[in-house]
């Protein structure tokens, strides 16, 4: 079968061609699923905004290794001995990461840090997984909005972080596809003057089609002069970064309210340290931080309100697995808010 596989490491904007990461399809066996396993045949695979980062290098993988985790497919073969109900033909999206269960870490709450997890290339003509990691998508739910099951389950993650109240003030700094997920699911909620900080002007538009009532772009804008009209002087109470820009996650220490819960959601680079000056931030206000690794138990509560999204603008672009290259091409260029690749034509 065909797997999109990181060849080459290396930066996917390098100027430098020969420097460059590359992506390739290459050919592997079809695995067998085995007790508590399924095969699904993967419709499509959405391109990530972490996929450049891995095919970087950020997590020292050696090439060749497939990539792909944002999925949605149909049950193609089961193995023996399943817990679930889960057959064949059942179309699915889910988690790709498959948590052992039996550490510390999956005993205590915490499968996002499980010692023994592992993952298969979805970005794929077909993915092995165990039945746990599946989770099965409403009828109204089409293959291809269902591949968004994954991104949307980390803006659920954010939001359980949030701890919001209805009527506060939010705000989401970028708006990427996490983003402008993060917007809508607020929305749902019940925030208060939510707003948007993103240079790009057609992800601000995106935004107020989305709900959000003022957009900003940070880099022209006075950000903080305009906070304080909008909030009475007070600042956000819940504010999202979720840009991975370290100017960006700096601005919101400075709107942040007393009291405020930030969210850290992105993946930011691994030698950058926020500037935080404690006595103003901590003892004087009490800021709340923290972070967003992956998305544990949230895919089933993701499943059940992604029919209620938007998801029209996210999933406009889509490649053929063939042209994965032309798909990273197109992701890099920043114009889309969403690239998918279809893995295999004719499913729906
Ligand atoms: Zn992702
Ligand atoms: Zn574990």
């Known amino acids: 079968?065909?797997?999109?596989?990181?060849?080459?490491?290396?930066?996917?904007?390098?100027?430098?061609?020969?420097?460059?990461?590359?992506?390739?399809?290459?050919?592997?066996?079809?695995?067998?699923?085995?007790?508590?396993?399924?095969?699904?045949?993967?419709?499509?695979?959405?391109i990530c905004g972490s996929d450049p980062h891995v095919i970087g290098g950020i997590f020292g993988w050696e090439p060749p290794f497939g990539i792909g985790h944002e999925l949605s497919g149909v049950v193609a073969e089961v193995g023996p001995d399943l817990l679930t109900d889960i057959k064949i033909g059942d179309?699915?999206?889910?988690?790709?990461?498959?948590t052992c269960g039996a550490c510390y870490y999956c005993t205590?709450?915490?499968?996002?840090?499980?010692e023994n997890a592992t993952e298969e290339p979805g970005m794929a003509e077909y993915v092995l997984w165990n039945e746990k990691q599946c989770v099965k998508l409403p009828d109204d739910?089409?293959?291809?909005?269902?591949?968004?099951?994954?991104?949307?389950?980390?803006?659920?993650?954010?939001?359980?972080?949030?701890?919001?109240?209805?009527?506060q003030n939010v705000v989401v700094?970028?708006?990427?596809?996490?983003?402008?997920?993060?917007?809508?699911?607020?929305?749902?909620?019940?925030a208060a003057n939510l707003t948007l900080l993103e240079p790009n002007p057609a992800r601000r538009e995106l935004a107020l089609k989305y709900g959000a009532k003022h957009v900003f772009d940070p880099?022209?804008?006075?950000?903080?002069?305009?906070?304080?009209?909008?909030?009475?002087?007070?600042?956000?109470?819940?504010?999202?970064?979720?840009?991975?820009?370290?100017?960006?996650?700096?601005?919101?220490?400075?709107?942040?309210?007393?009291?405020?819960?930030?969210?850290?959601?992105?993946?930011?680079?691994?030698?950058?340290?926020?500037?935080?000056?404690?006595?103003d931030q901590l003892y004087m206000k009490e800021l709340d931080i923290t972070g967003v690794f992956v998305s544990p138990y949230t895919f089933s509560r993701t499943a059940q309100i992604i029919g209620r999204l938007d998801l029209g603008d996210l999933t406009a672009v889509v490649y053929p697995l063939d042209q994965v290259k032309e798909a990273f091409e197109?992701?890099?260029?920043?114009?889309?808010p969403k690239v998918l690749v279809q893995c295999n034509p004719n499913l729906e």
């Open 1 to 46: 079968m065909k797997v999109a596989s990181a060849v080459k490491i290396g930066d996917m904007k390098d100027p430098d061609p020969e420097k460059r990461g590359v992506v390739e399809i290459l050919d592997v066996p079809v695995k067998k699923p085995g007790a508590g396993e399924v095969l699904i045949k993967v419709a499509y695979c959405a």
């Open 91 to 98: 179309r699915v999206g889910g988690n790709f990461r498959n």
């Open 108 to 114: 205590n709450a915490m499968e996002q840090y499980c």
């Open 141 to 167: 739910v089409p293959l291809k909005t269902g591949c968004l099951i994954e991104p949307t389950s980390i803006a659920v993650r954010a939001m359980d972080k949030t701890n919001i109240k209805i009527g």
């Open 173 to 190: 700094s970028g708006g990427g596809p996490i983003g402008l997920l993060n917007l809508q699911l607020i929305n749902i909620y019940g």
């Open 219 to 279: 880099l022209t804008d006075d950000v903080r002069a305009e906070t304080m009209k909008i909030t009475n002087g007070h600042g956000f109470d819940v504010c999202l970064e979720v840009s991975g820009i370290p100017s960006a996650a700096e601005l919101l220490v400075d709107i942040a309210a007393k009291c405020a819960r930030l969210v850290y959601v992105a993946q930011y680079p691994r030698d950058y340290n926020l500037p935080l000056n404690l006595y």
């Open 330 to 336: 197109a992701h890099l260029t920043g114009k889309y």
